[in-house]
C-alpha cells in the first residue's frame, strides 16, 4: 500500500509564497533571505516559480508571459547564504498524543520541517536537516529546488522516535560539528530531564540565530483528568501517582506557561524568535499565521 504524503500537494503549492527569513547579519554572510527574487548585477539565475499577488512586477518574466500568457517570477541568487540548519528532536517524548486521535508531537514535528525545508527549496536555500534524542543523529541536506523534495520527504517519513533527550549533549556534539553560525530552527517538545535552557543559551552564545518552536499535545498543557491518575514517563519508564483536581490542574497550566515563557523569552533576549504550537492546530495555519507572524516565513 502506498505511503501516503507528508505533506499534501495542495499545501505545498500554498507554500511556495514564503521564504525563510533572517533578523541577524552574520559577518561575511548575505543578510535578509538567501534567495532574492530580484534581479541585479552580480547575482545569479536560478530558476522561475509562479507569481503571487504582491511580488515585485520587475522580476517577472515578461517573454514568458507574452509566449505563455502567464506571469512567472524570475528567482536569483546572491552568494554567499546563511547557513539554515533544521534541529528536529525524535526522542520518545515526541510520541505523546497518539491516544487524542489527533498527530503525534513527533509526525506533527515532521510535517513542520517539511513545510519548512519546501519553503527553503523554492528560494532555492540549502537546508541541513538533523534529528536528535541524546544526540545528534545521520542529517539530510536539501537544496537545489523544488523537484529536490522527494528524498526529504523520504528521509522524514522513514525517520522514527528513539532515545531520551539529553540537550546538553546534543549541544555539545552541535557546536563541535558546526562552528559557522547560521540561522538554527529547533523543533522540539522541550522537555528533559536535566536543563534545556543553559544548553539553548550555549547555542546562542556561538553565534547561531534561534528559531525555537515548542510542541505539545492539549494534554501536556491542560490534563483533561480528574481523581488518582498514574503518569508515566515515556522515556525513563518511571510512574508517578497523583490526585487531580481542578486547583491542581490550575496549578499545572501555570507551571507549564511559565516554562514555555522562559524558553520564549531566552529566544528573544539573544534576538532570536519563538512559536509555542499545540498538535492540535491545523498545519496551514502554523506555518502561515503562527511561524509567519515572527517574520520567519
Not at 505539545?216 to 483533561?224: L, S
Request: hydrophobic share 40%; with cysteine.
Amino acid at each position: 500500500m502506498a505511503t501516503a504524503p507528508i505533506i499534501d500537494r495542495q499545501l505545498l503549492e500554498k507554500l511556495e509564497r514564503l521564504a525563510i527569513r533572517w533578523q541577524r547579519s552574520f559577518r561575511g554572510l548575505v543578510g535578509g533571505h538567501n534567495a532574492s527574487k530580484y534581479s541585479g548585477p552580480g547575482q545569479e539565475f536560478l530558476d522561475h516559480r509562479n507569481f503571487h499577488p504582491g511580488d515585485d512586477l520587475r522580476a517577472v518574466n515578461w517573454r514568458a508571459y507574452m509566449r505563455l500568457d502567464k506571469l512567472f517570477l524570475k528567482m536569483f541568487q546572491v552568494e554567499p547564504r546563511t547557513p539554515i540548519r533544521i534541529l528536529l528532536d525524535s526522542s520518545v517524548s515526541m510520541l505523546g498524543g497518539a491516544e487524542s486521535g489527533l498527530p503525534t508531537k513527533f509526525d506533527y514535528a515532521r510535517q513542520l520541517a517539511a513545510a519548512l525545508v519546501y519553503i527553503g527549496l523554492v528560494r532555492h536555500d540549502t537546508i541541513m536537516l538533523q534529528p536528535f534524542d541524546g544526540h545528534l543523529k545521520d542529517p539530510a541536506v536539501a537544496s537545489g529546488g523544488r523537484h529536490r523534495f522527494g528524498p526529504i520527504s523520504d528521509f522524514l517519513t522513514a525517520l522514527e522516535p528513539a532515545g531520551k533527550t539529553n540537550y546538553f549533549e546534543m549541544t555539545r556534539q552541535f557546536i563541535s560539528a558546526y562552528t559557522r553560525p547560521g540561522l538554527l530552527i529547533l523543533l522540539s517538545d522541550y522537555l528533559d530531564d536535566g536543563d534545556c535552557l543553559r544548553p539553548l543559551q550555549y547555542l546562542a552564545d556561538f553565534g547561531h540565530e534561534l528559531m525555537l518552536i515548542q510542541l505539545w499535545t492539549d494534554n501536556d498543557r491542560a490534563p483533561g483528568w480528574d481523581g488518582d491518575v498514574a503518569l508515566l514517563d515515556i522515556e525513563s519508564g518511571g510512574k508517578l501517582e497523583i490526585a487531580l483536581d481542578a486547583d491542581s490542574r490550575r496549578a499545572y497550566t501555570d507551571a507549564f506557561d511559565k516554562y514555555a515563557e522562559s524558553i520564549a523569552q531566552l529566544a528573544l533576549r539573544n534576538g532570536g524568535r519563538y512559536v509555542g504550537l499545540s498538535t492540535s492546530t491545523p498545519l496551514d495555519e502554523a506555518v502561515f499565521q503562527a511561524v509567519s507572524r515572527t517574520g520567519a516565513a
